[in-house]
């Protein structure tokens, strides 16, 4: 093989022991876990709300803003579950830029995926021991899913792995719910292929070991748009859409069927602004449909504490070196303004 083998990493099990969770982290993550489930199960109406940066980059902000997060919680905890989004690591179209914190926990040094493996522990434990949040993060290396896998509410699988068997059957066997986004280019048959693939058993090898899955319940749909053969976007979160997305679960007999709606990437033509209103358009389909209140249990927003986004270097506290995120103030707003509508 053409590759230079640099230096052994420490497995999952090791990084556990040296920056373990405590008793009561453990306990807060079960009772958020029951609390996430239930909605997906449709023993709780509550509207899940999966929202923060596209990329975690920098530990001080990235803590900054889920302190806001936590104090907007306290205020619509009747209404809304809010996952905050730690995203560590970032798929890259032609493998060129950022990759996360994964790869780069400083993104103005060199790559150094033990530091990245630290820090990004560090700070999903400092989220939940401080805030009381467990977070979602996007499962792009499944295996690398152990060097978290306590500390995770919530996974996704994205639009550019989604077709891959290996993320697939290893979603069969987490025990969080985990959204399958539709692929890049739309078709939601592949989207429903993979949900029924994570919520089935399977044989397969995982980290060595010759291991069986018992299915992923909770594996669901996520929208997020998609680019059509001329290379336009093209959204998939109206009311007709989600019509449809409910027939193909329909005839699936799937368990807990459930969309959550990303609305950035494709559905927003990455015009972060555009996330407020597709939101608002989202709880109000699902006024008007009783299936399609039912069916969408959620959100993903791309937020920050600063608007827009930055290149790397550029340091501006709170923005966005990856996609362009909606800054703070309107956030709250947002969050306060879809509890009102629910």
């Known amino acids: 093989m053409n590759l230079e083998f640099y230096r052994k990493l420490p497995i999952p099990m090791k990084i556990k022991e040296e920056y373990p969770v405590t008793e009561a982290m453990s306990e807060c993550k079960k009772n958020r876990d029951d609390e996430i489930k239930a909605v997906f199960e449709g023993r709780s109406d509550k509207f899940l709300l999966v929202i923060g940066p596209c990329s975690a980059d920098h530990k001080e902000p990235v803590l900054d803003y889920i302190s806001r997060l936590r104090i907007v919680q306290d205020k619509v905890k009747d209404k809304i579950i809010i996952i905050p989004r730690i995203y560590t690591n970032k798929p890259r179209t032609t493998g060129a830029g950022y990759k996360g914190m994964l790869h780069q926990p400083n993104p103005d040094e060199k790559p150094d995926m033990l ?5 990004i522990r560090e700070l999903h434990m400092t989220a939940l021991k401080d805030y009381g949040f467990t977070c979602a993060d996007e499962m792009l290396y499944p295996d ?3 060097y978290l896998s306590d500390l995770l509410a919530y996974v996704a699988v994205g639009a550019r792995s989604v077709e891959n068997q290996e993320h ?3 979603a069969s066997g987490l025990d969080v719910p985990v959204g399958m986004k539709n692929p890049t280019g739309g078709d939601l048959n592949v989207m429903m292929n993979s949900i029924k693939a994570a919520q089935s058993s399977h044989t397969f090898i995982y980290r060595g070991w010759e291991v069986k899955s018992s299915g992923n319940p909770y594996a669901h749909a996520i929208l997020r748009g998609y ?5 336009k976007n093209v959204s998939n979160y109206h009311y007709e859409d989600l019509l449809k997305v409910y027939s193909l679960y329909a005839e699936s007999g799937l368990a807990n069927p459930s969309v959550v709606v990303d609305t950035n990437h494709s559905n927003s033509s990455k015009k972060y602004m555009e996330q407020m209103r597709i939101a608002k358009e989202i709880i109000t389909s699902r006024s008007q449909n009783a299936d399609i209140k039912k069916m969408v249990k959620g959100l993903m927003i791309e937020s920050y504490i600063e608007d827009g986004s930055q290149g790397i270097g550029e340091h501006v506290y709170g923005k966005s070196i990856t996609d362009p995120c909606l800054g703070w103030e ?13």
């Open 115 to 119: 530091k990245g493996i630290i820090a």
């Open 144 to 146: 690398n899913h152990r």
């Open 168 to 170: 697939r059957l290893v």
């Open 227 to 231: 680019v059509d053969f001329a290379n």
């Open 330 to 342: 309107k956030t709250e707003n947002l969050i306060y303004e879809l509890a009102d509508k629910l």
